[in-house]
């Protein structure tokens, strides 16, 4: 039998810690990345709405207000993947501290 099968009781205490803090770590990583896609969202989009035809700028730098709206909704993709991504390992986390927390560890890890 393979060394690193899935069906080998080979996890200690401390690799299941070590796994949970990076669980924990991607997690964080992920929710900044969110938070920044976020913001520079709302900044583009605002930045946009400067140039709207109610405006004067938009005689002038029409084509610029086009761009930055354009440019935020191609920011609108990263914020989603960013936002799913930082959900997702959010949701595994919550799952192995509830599985500790109620005693659903295996009884060869403990």
């Not at 992920?30 to 709302?42: E, S």
């Not at 140039?51 to 086009?66: A, D, E, K, V």
């Not at 959010?90 to 927390?101: L, S």
Request: charged residues 15%; proline residues 2%; contains cysteine.
């Amino acid at each position: 039998m393979d060394e690193y099968s899935l069906n080998s009781n080979s996890v200690t205490l401390e690799e299941l810690e070590a796994i949970r803090e990076l669980a924990i770590q991607s997690t964080r990583l992920w929710a900044k990345r969110a938070a920044l896609a976020g913001i520079v969202l709302v900044l583009t989009f605002a930045s946009a709405l400067l140039f709207s035809p109610r405006l004067s700028l938009h005689t002038h730098w029409s084509f610029l207000g086009g761009f930055l709206l354009l440019l935020s909704v191609g920011l609108l993709g990263g914020f989603a993947i960013s936002l799913g991504m930082a959900l997702s390992c959010w949701f595994d986390v919550r799952q192995v501290k509830r599985a500790e927390r109620t005693g659903l560890i295996p009884d060869w890890l403990k």
